[in-house]
C-alpha cells in the first residue's frame, strides 16, 4: 500500500486515496497508505531519492488528510460517496479501519 503514491493515477486532484483507483473517498486509506509509507521509510526501505520524489504527493495526502477527517466523515464510517463501488459493509470492518485514521491523525499532526 505504501507504494501507492508512486502511482499517482490513484489519487485524484485533491489528494484523496480511493479502494480501487478513484473511487469512493475513504479518510482511512489515506491514513493507511500514510502510516505504511511512514514505517518503510523509516526502517531504511525507501532510499533517499525515491522517497523526494513522493514527497509532493505524500504531502498532499497528508493535507487531505487533516482536512478531511471531519467530525462528519468519521460519523460516516470514514466514507464519502463518489461512484458508489465501494460500502460500509461488513460493518465490523469500521472500526479498526477508522483506528487507522486516529493514529495517522496522530502521528502527523502538524508534520
Request: net charge negative; aromatic share 10%.
Amino acid at each position: 500500500m505504501c507504494l501507492i503514491f508512486a502511482h499517482r493515477e490513484v489519487l485524484d486532484g485533491d489528494g484523496a486515496i480511493g479502494m480501487h483507483t478513484l473511487d469512493d473517498i475513504w479518510v482511512r486509506m489515506n491514513a493507511a497508505a500514510l502510516l505504511a509509507y511512514d514505517d518503510i521509510r523509516k526502517a531504511g526501505w525507501v532510499d533517499g531519492t525515491f522517497a523526494r520524489s513522493l514527497e509532493p504527493t505524500v504531502a498532499k495526502a497528508k493535507q487531505w488528510l487533516l482536512d478531511n477527517a471531519t467530525e462528519e466523515i468519521i460519523d460516516q464510517g470514514g466514507y464519502r460517496k463518489v461512484t458508489g463501488r465501494t460500502t460500509l459493509t461488513p460493518p465490523e470492518n469500521l472500526i479498526w479501519l477508522l483506528a487507522w485514521t486516529i493514529e495517522a491523525l496522530l502521528r502527523f499532526d502538524g508534520n
